[in-house]
């Protein structure tokens, strides 16, 4: 009997155990299958924006300190290799690349002799980036039509100029700027250019001003913000990036930054009402690039800086006011507004702590590049700053790569 309760016991106990381990493997899976799930609801839940933020994050990471200065400028061929008048890319150029993997290259009429020629130099130059830099080249130049046209009025390219910007205001027919704006970028994606400096967003609301008289639109606000946007989206239709200049609004000065000194003495409260209506839309439009010039304005910022090494227009203003999110780049830092008042390194780094993200042009672009790194090992700049212009950057670059 004693036998028989025993066997019984050893039953229910091997019963109770097999059962257990059944029950307890069953949740272990149901558990895991809940993981599993979770994690990929997980996923499924990241909006493309996330993962290309994560992209941006892992490039990030990868960069050493001087890529990261390196990518903060925009320069021409002839500072990138030091020679007098670059009509190639070679051997020079990729040695360049492999030292300053800059952030890219500005091209100007003298680098263009033909049409063979001009594609080759380009086509070599965005061979050698991709093999030794980690990010793509900003292959750039002002090509606005009319007077400012690098490629459409080089005597040795066979390129239709879509003429000034002021004679297609004066239509006002917006499509006509769209067609402009799809005529330059189809032409510039030909040649293998990714960027173009272009809109001129200026509203002529100066009428002495001579700079932009026959590069603006209109002397109306509205219609000169209708007009850059329709010319900046016909660009983008053709691959090419634009980049609205020349915040807050060249076409209130009288002078000529180029030269030297020149400033609006307008408030706050009328930039809003006239200058300042085209880059509002611009916003609005997402732009992907915005240009700040060298203007003064000394009645919103309470002293004579220009506006590219200003962070009452750029951080107040641009980026707090208007709610810019984009990259935001200098006017060329090799003009004499900048020049007159301070050496290449200062003017890069007060424009970089001003909130600049790029820097187009220093008139001495390793001075400007010794001058941030620098400004970085002394604690001017932390890298943390340096970062959240990258980020814009390497974002932007990831929809050429």
Do not use: W
Request: aromatic share 6%; glycine share 8%.
């Amino acid at each position: 009997m004693k036998k028989i309760i025993l066997s019984l016991l050893t039953l229910v106990i091997i019963f109770a155990v097999v059962f257990g381990a059944v029950h307890m493997g069953m949740k272990n899976k149901s558990g895991s299958k809940k993981t599993e799930d979770k994690n990929n609801t997980e996923k499924a839940q990241l909006t493309e924006d996330d993962i290309k933020a994560n992209k941006v994050d892992d490039i990030l990471k990868t960069m050493t300190l001087e890529e990261k200065v390196d990518q903060l400028f925009i320069i021409t061929p002839e500072a990138l290799t030091g020679i007098g008048q670059a009509t190639a890319a070679g051997e020079t150029t990729k040695n360049a690349l492999a030292q300053h993997p800059v952030g890219g290259i500005i091209y100007f009429t003298q680098n263009f002799i033909d049409e063979a020629q001009t594609k080759e130099m380009i086509k070599n130059t965005k061979n050698y980036a991709a093999q030794v830099c980690k990010l793509p080249l900003f292959i750039s130049v002002d090509e606005e039509g009319g007077t400012v046209a690098r490629l459409g009025n080089s005597q040795g390219l066979d390129l239709p100029n879509v003429g000034d910007m002021c004679e297609i205001g004066k239509s006002g027919d917006t499509a006509k700027a769209y067609e402009a704006g799809r005529i330059i970028g189809e032409y510039l994606k030909n040649y293998g250019f990714n960027m173009d400096f272009a809109p001129v967003a200026d509203a002529l609301t100066n009428e002495e001003n001579q700079v932009v008289k026959q590069r603006s639109f209109s002397s109306d606000p509205q219609l000169a913000a209708d007009m850059a946007a329709q010319l900046s989206k016909g660009l983008e239709d053709m691959g090419i990036i634009s980049c609205y200049k020349h915040f807050p609004g060249h076409g209130a000065t009288k002078g000529d930054t180029h030269e030297g000194f020149a400033y609006t003495d307008k408030t706050l409260e009328q930039l809003e009402g006239a200058d300042l209506i085209p880059f509002k839309n611009a916003v609005e439009e997402n732009a992907d690039l915005i240009m700040v010039g060298h203007i003064s304005v000394p009645k919103v910022t309470g002293n004579n800086a220009p506006s590219s090494v200003s962070p009452v227009v750029i951080k107040d203003i641009l980026r707090g006011q208007l709610g810019y999110k984009g990259i935001i780049i200098t006017d060329a830092l090799n003009m004499g507004a900048l020049t007159e008042l301070y050496s290449s390194d200062k003017a890069a780094v007060l424009a970089l702590k001003a909130g600049a993200d790029m820097l187009l042009m220093p008139e001495d672009f390793s001075l400007a590049y010794t001058g941030v790194l620098n400004a970085l090992d002394s604690g001017e700049i932390t890298e943390e700053r340096i970062d959240e212009s990258l980020r814009r950057i390497i974002n932007k670059k990831l929809d050429i790569m």
